[in-house]
């Protein structure tokens, strides 16, 4: 892959999830680690990114703030093997016969394949998940009320959906575009009204984020942590992070 190609990649991935490790740079564009870390200080040099240990983190304030600018098929490719890995994990918190609300996202889609053994009631925002859902097994899908945004297949509105008071939720998933001390933070206001409301109603709220969604603030903030029963995750956070989880009782488990 030529170095223009591999820089547009990377900034690609930057605006999905605003830290880009140079692992997965590395991944992604198929180069050495010598030639990601050539490409980091091009695009620095060229104000594009800032360069942290262990990777870069976009400069563009407008990054990742836009619910489709990315296709859902181009998200599912950023950390796939880590996404599996948390979304095996957490089927293991679901049982036969409850009520589930699956959000939006790229790991929430691949824990919905993990699903379609079990008799469920899904409940979901998302046109992908419901359609992963439907194609095997008996689970009776309900989608939340909206207009569906067509490259990220996601199924948006402005008001708060009574599809999530009318049918009481057992175990909540949300995604996140990030998390830190001060809670989960996501994207874009039409997603994050459905999203407070889940937290607040579901009787156990587990949030599927992988490491690079660590210490990263969205655009606006869905809940805090107090609100999360449970993190499944890819790596221990650590520092701040790991000490406000801790403080405000949320379970971490790491999906090796």
Same mark, same amino acid.
């Given at each position: 892959m030529v170095g223009e190609k $591999? $820089?547009? *990649?990377?900034?690609t991935a930057l605006a999905r999830t605003q830290f880009l490790e140079m692992r997965d740079a590395m991944e992604l564009t198929g180069a050495s680690e010598a030639t990601t870390r050539r490409d980091f200080a091009e695009l620095e040099s060229a104000g594009a990114v800032s360069r942290y240990r262990g990777g870069v983190r976009g400069t563009n304030e407008k990054a990742g703030n836009t619910l489709g600018s990315e296709p859902l098929a181009g998200r599912r490719a950023i950390r796939e093997e880590a996404k599996h890995r948390i979304a095996e994990r957490a089927a293991l918190q679901v049982r036969e016969g409850d009520t589930v609300f699956i959000d939006a996202g790229s790991t929430t889609l691949a824990l919905a394949g993990r699903l379609n053994s079990l008799r469920l009631r899904i409940v979901t925002n998302s046109f992908a998940v419901a359609r992963e859902c439907l194609g095997v097994g008996e689970a009776e899908v309900i989608l939340t009320g909206g207009s569906i945004d067509r $490259?990220?297949? *996601?199924? *948006?509105s402005y008001g708060e959906s009574s599809v999530v008071s009318d049918y009481p939720v057992d175990i909540a998933f949300l995604g996140a575009q990030g998390v830190d001390t001060t809670g989960v933070w996501n994207s874009d206001e039409r997603l994050t009204r459905l999203e407070r409301a889940v937290a607040r109603l579901a009787s156990r709220c587990v949030l599927l984020a992988d490491r690079s969604k660590f210490d990263v603030r969205g655009t606006i903030r869905v809940c805090g942590l107090d609100q999360i029963d449970r993190l499944v995750t890819d790596a221990a956070p650590t520092g701040e992070l790991a000490d406000r989880l801790a403080s405000e009782g949320v379970n971490v488990e790491v999906a090796l």
């Open positions: $591999r $820089r547009h *990649v990377i900034l $490259r990220s297949e *996601v199924i *948006v």
